[in-house]
């Protein structure tokens, strides 16, 4: 029986090799002053977990400032000091990590001991937050400056497992006795999250005695506003200062310098539904790939913004368009003689209805006869998880739980990923994701990720289809921005109006 848990925060490129100033490991310095008014933020994804820190909700939690972790990931995506200024592997096993002087929301200090206490929460967590996904931590403080964190088993991408949004550093207070843990006033970013109106808004002020240097914006006040073209407009007359996540039907609406497009870690792909229904079938499968041409999405519905798919990571992680391997012994693809297929997607990014419209084209010119479904994500993808679509269209910022590419890998493609929508197990693919996170060196990891990807795609459990950039609408009075490849940051220090 397949284990899964929690729906991350759907996010498709990978992270170009020169990025804008804006992105500067999360933050660009701040004034000493007063600093500007608030800042008026629209986001895509309203919180479908009461702003939990460990599922879909921590993305938003790091995107508006709130929380933050032990390491981050800078522009090369390595994992660079934030709660920690260090670290340093002991054995196999262990790793000890000093913590830099920090204050959580509510006055107390950043203490080993509630490092500890936060990441054992963490570890605790159910459903599993993605970043141990398959993985065992305990956290033990050491002294007074420095934590010790040992794994079960090796594991060589902890530094970059710790930058998730999903295992951000919470004071005491957020733990509560039922269960519940509350990130309002227990976090350590600059920004404090101080009222949320249901799904639809959060307040959030300033939080003065940030480690990092005091916020520049006095605040920000964000509404999620799941429809694209609202988004746009929410920009375009001054309701919003920064808008993310702009439909590219609505990208050419705007200003050319309120838009900022980024190449990300965020590849579009079509999910089969390898457990049960018509693509249990590997010959179906294979139909539905040798149907589908990735190029009319990349032209057609993403006009010009994206990519077609090549793999599970796109052409913005250079290593990996260097090392793919072609995957070998795939099915033979089978006549669909009228197969009753349904796809899944939602509405939150207005591409990817479109993008199911196309496929249902494609498929149907195949022999396939195809429904679509599409609802917001917090309403559709728990039915997804479940396996109760044949084949589901989703976005998926491949880089945006760890930081280490092997990691989704796990989490998406094994008999025991917490976010596998194909419903995929299988053996060959379990051995290849196993060999690579097993595998250190940095060459040599890349290698047998570019190996288990081919595994995977092998299968046919899933079909990329674009690797997309995205359009953040940024207003002409706004400064500071953060463009993030890994879309975990949106707000910082240095971002002003």
């Known amino acids: 029986m397949h284990s899964l848990r929690r729906r991350p925060l759907i996010a498709g490129l990978l992270i170009a090799p020169l990025l804008t100033s804006c992105f500067a490991g999360g933050q660009e310095a701040s004034s000493s002053g007063d600093g500007g008014g608030r800042l008026k933020v629209a986001l895509a994804f309203p919180p479908a977990e009461n702003f939990s820190p ?51 929301q509510d006055g107390s200090k950043v203490t080993p001991a509630a490092v ?50 999903g295992l951000a550093v919470l004071s005491a207070k957020a733990y509560g006795k039922s269960g519940k843990v509350s990130p309002v006033g227990t976090a350590t970013g600059p920004f404090e999250l101080t009222k949320t109106t249901g799904a639809t808004a959060a307040t959030l002020d300033r939080f003065d005695d940030y480690w990092g240097g005091r916020a520049q914006a006095a605040g920000i006040d964000a509404r999620f506003i799941a429809d694209g073209a609202a988004r746009t407009n929410a920009l375009r007359t001054g309701e919003a200062d920064i808008a993310e996540a702009i439909p590219v039907s609505q990208a050419s609406s705007l200003d050319k310098g309120s838009r900022k497009e980024t190449a990300t870690s965020r590849t579009t792909g079509l999910q089969l539904n390898t457990e049960k229904g018509p693509f249990k079938d590997p010959g179906l499968r294979a139909a539905a790939r040798a149907a589908i041409d990735t190029s009319a999405l990349a032209k057609g ?42 796809i899944g997607t939602y509405d939150n990014r207005p ?44 976005a998926r910022n491949t880089m945006l739980d760890t930081g280490d590419a092997v990691s989704v890998l796990a989490s998406d493609y094994t008999c025991d990923g917490s976010y596998n929508l194909s419903l995929l197990c299988d053996d060959k693919v379990d051995a290849a994701v196993k060999k690579a996170e097993n595998t250190a060196d940095t060459d040599g990891r890349q290698d047998a990720t570019m190996a288990a990807e081919a595994a995977i795609l092998r299968t046919d459990a899933v079909v990329p289809l674009v690797h997309q950039r995205i359009v953040t609408g940024v207003g002409a009075s706004v400064g500071g921005e953060i463009l993030d490849p890994y879309e975990r940051a949106l707000v910082g220090t240095g971002t002003r109006r």
């Open 54 to 104: 460990y599922g879909a909700d921590a993305t938003l939690l790091s995107r508006l400032g709130v929380t933050e972790g032990l390491t981050k990931l800078d522009a090369n995506g390595t994992a660079a000091p934030a709660l920690a200024d260090s670290w340093q592997r002991k054995g196999d096993r262990g790793w000890l990590f000093t913590l830099r002087e920090a204050e959580f």
């Open 116 to 165: 500890a206490a936060a990441l054992e929460h963490a570890a605790r967590a159910k459903p599993v937050t993605a970043a141990l996904s398959g993985v065992s931590i305990t956290a033990k403080a050491v002294g007074d400056r420095q934590v010790r964190i040992t794994t079960a088993d090796p594991d060589p991408a902890l530094p970059l497992r710790l930058s998730s949004p």
């Open 301 to 342: 519905v993403y006009e010009g913004h994206a990519d077609p798919g090549k793999g599970i990571f796109g052409p913005a992680l250079t290593w990996a368009a260097d090392k793919r391997v072609k995957p070998e012994a795939r099915a033979k693809a089978a006549e669909p003689n009228g197969a009753a297929v349904t």
């Open 351 to 394: 591409e990817l209805p479109e993008v199911a419209q196309v496929l249902k084209g494609q498929l149907e010119k195949a022999g396939f006869k195809v429904r679509i479904e599409v609802r917001e994500s917090s309403r559709i993808e728990p039915d997804a998880l479940e396996g109760k679509f044949d084949a589901f269209v989703g």
